[in-house]
């Protein structure tokens, strides 16, 4: 089997340590002898189990994610992809991504970055460099009425 890459492997002990974290939290909950008696009393519960459940939402999801992007055929299916595109991709390598769920707390995933191939960038600031100094050439040199 492949190796994982470290923060492949990081962020999957990560989101690990928070499932766990979070089902005992909710055992915790679960097991406390809680008696309600007021409402206020109820929607404090309500809170802390609402924030218990998103926890572990956040964690799963991230989990079931990093697991996706793992997958050999989405992985073969990504290379088709950018075979397929119509401009020059360049593979910039693995990058941290972080996703924040609509319920739950935010996560990381590691991925493969795939970026457009472009023109090369000190052509272009050179040319409005020199734009500019024409710009200043011809305002100084400029006969003024």
Do not use: H
Request: hydrophobic share 35%.
């Amino acid at each position: 089997m492949k190796e994982l890459a470290p923060s492949v492997a990081k962020n999957l002990d990560a989101l690990e340590v928070k499932i766990n974290d979070s089902l005992t939290e909710i055992n915790r909950i679960r097991e406390a002898c809680i008696l309600v008696k007021t409402g206020q009393e109820l929607e404090d519960l309500e809170s802390k189990i609402i924030q218990a459940t998103d926890k572990l939402a956040g964690a799963l999801l991230g989990q079931k994610v990093q697991n996706s992007i793992m997958n050999p055929g989405l992985k073969e299916e990504g290379s088709k992809l950018t075979k397929v595109f119509p401009k020059n991709t360049k593979n910039q390598g693995p990058r941290d991504i972080d996703i924040q769920p609509s319920r739950g707390e935010s996560f990381t995933v590691s991925s493969t970055y795939i970026s457009q191939k472009g023109k090369c960038r000190k052509k272009k600031s050179a040319r409005v460099f020199i734009l500019s100094w024409c710009y200043w050439v011809f305002m100084i040199a400029a006969p003024r009425s």
